[in-house]
């Protein structure tokens, strides 16, 4: 019954910031990992970032390295991506995800649950 619910989209001007949640519900994982990944209209599910549960040890796409820094709250069952710097490209549907197991994984078919996902939009 693992649930993930994301919230903090909404529109943005360009260069301005913006913090995602994403709370997850049901059995507590003492392993593995929580991502963000992205998808904009016509374009396939994008990685964004990715944080194990153990040791906080992170993985990001080139695309947004240095400005989403990716941060959980392991009590909360919660993580966060802090966008910064946002661009209009960065507009698209975000989505959480979780899997089981240590190895990085930056395809949608390695995740086991997801979220509904939350919009986010970068005007110019």
């Known amino acids: 019954q693992v649930q993930l619910i994301e919230s903090g989209g909404g529109l943005v001007q360009a260069g301005g910031s913006l913090r995602l949640s994403c709370a997850a519900s049901?059995?507590?994982?003492?392993?593995?990992?929580m991502a963000w990944f992205r998808q904009a209209p016509g374009k396939e599910r994008e990685f964004v970032a990715a944080?194990?549960?153990?040791?906080?040890?992170?993985y990001y796409a080139d695309s947004v390295k240095g400005r989403f820094p990716i941060s959980r709250d392991g009590a909360k069952n919660t993580v966060y991506l802090q966008m910064g710097s946002l661009k209009p490209e960065d507009t698209a549907v975000y989505y959480c995800?979780?899997?089981?197991?240590?190895?990085?994984?930056?395809?949608?078919?390695?995740?086991?649950?997801w979220g509904q996902g939350t919009q986010v939009t970068v005007s110019s």
């Open positions: 995800a979780t899997r089981r197991g240590l190895q990085w994984v930056v395809t949608p078919s390695g995740y086991d649950y």
């Open positions: 944080i194990r549960w153990s040791g906080s040890l992170t």
């Open positions: 049901g059995p507590t994982f003492s392993s593995g990992a």
